[in-house]
Antibody, heavy 117, light 106 residues
Framework: EVQLVESGGGLVQPGGSLRLSCVVSGFTFNNYWMSWVRQAPGKGPEWVAN????????FYVDSVKGRFTISRDFAKNSLYVQMNSLRDEYTAVYSCAREGVVPGDYWGQGTLVTVSS | EIVMTQSPATLSVSPGERATLSCRASQSVSSSLAWYQQKPGQAPRLLMYGASTRATGIPARFSGSGSGTEFTLTISSLQSEDFAVYYCQQYNNWPWTFGQGTKVEI
């Protein structure tokens, strides 16, 4: 069974930092692009970043470029995103997703990030 | 960035009725179009990809059509478990983008 489990969310002040993690199981992690997707309260999802199988290519949505860094650890079957200089509008549930037959063929349940003073 | 526009925002239907949801892309996405279903407190669930291919385990009452800029998701006979929010998503050009969603309600 494919599983993706996120952790690391919480309350952080504007300008602060947070690192999210996603542990996967049930598939060969090394074979897939992986992504982070966020969904603000009452809004549709927004793709944030993705990373190639070997980590050699990374893409970011413009609104997080220079603030977020996506990475992966093959030994730990884990995906990460380091989020710096956080802004109020980054408050959302952050989910990791596998890019299989289509980006987002499997999603985790997400972890809530609240940016507020 | 490709903008995806869904209509209507809300669709009120009765169980057993047919529902037709529309999605328009601001530029051609070929057939790189997916549909997701989302229920409150849950992650989106993949329904369709390649505009018209059902994902694993998705019932045949769901069908998709279209290419280029105009797409449709049809639910032939709504069941109680189908009342949810539906999103279209293009994956032809980065960043992958979603529509704003169509809420299917009773």
């Amino acid at each position: 069974e494919v599983q993706l489990v996120e952790s690391g969310g919480g309350l952080v002040q504007p300008g602060g930092s947070l690192r999210l993690s996603c542990v996967v199981s049930g598939f060969t992690f090394n074979n897939y692009w992986m992504s982070w997707v966020r969904q603000a309260p009452g809004k549709g999802p927004e793709w944030v970043a993705n990373i190639k199988q070997d980590g050699s290519e990374k893409f970011y949505v413009d609104s997080v470029k220079g603030r977020f860094t996506i990475s992966r650890d093959f030994a730990k079957n884990s995906l990460y995103v380091q989020m710096n200089s956080l802004r109020d509008e980054y408050t959302a549930v952050y989910s990791c997703a596998r890019e299989g037959v289509v980006p987002g063929d499997y999603w985790g349940q997400g972890t809530l990030v609240t940016v507020s003073s | 960035e490709i903008v995806m526009t869904q209509s209507p925002a809300t669709l009120s239907v009765s169980p057993g009725e047919r529902a037709t949801l529309s999605c328009r892309a601001s530029q051609s996405v070929s057939s790189s179009l997916a549909w997701y279903q989302q229920k409150p407190g849950q992650a989106p669930r993949l329904l369709m990809y390649g505009a018209s291919t059902r994902a694993t385990g998705i019932p045949a009452r769901f069908s998709g059509s279209g290419s280029g800029t105009e797409f449709t998701l049809t639910i032939s006979s709504l069941q109680s478990e189908d009342f949810a929010v539906y999103y279209c998503q293009q994956y032809n050009n980065w960043p992958w983008t979603f529509g704003q969603g169509t809420k299917v309600e009773i």
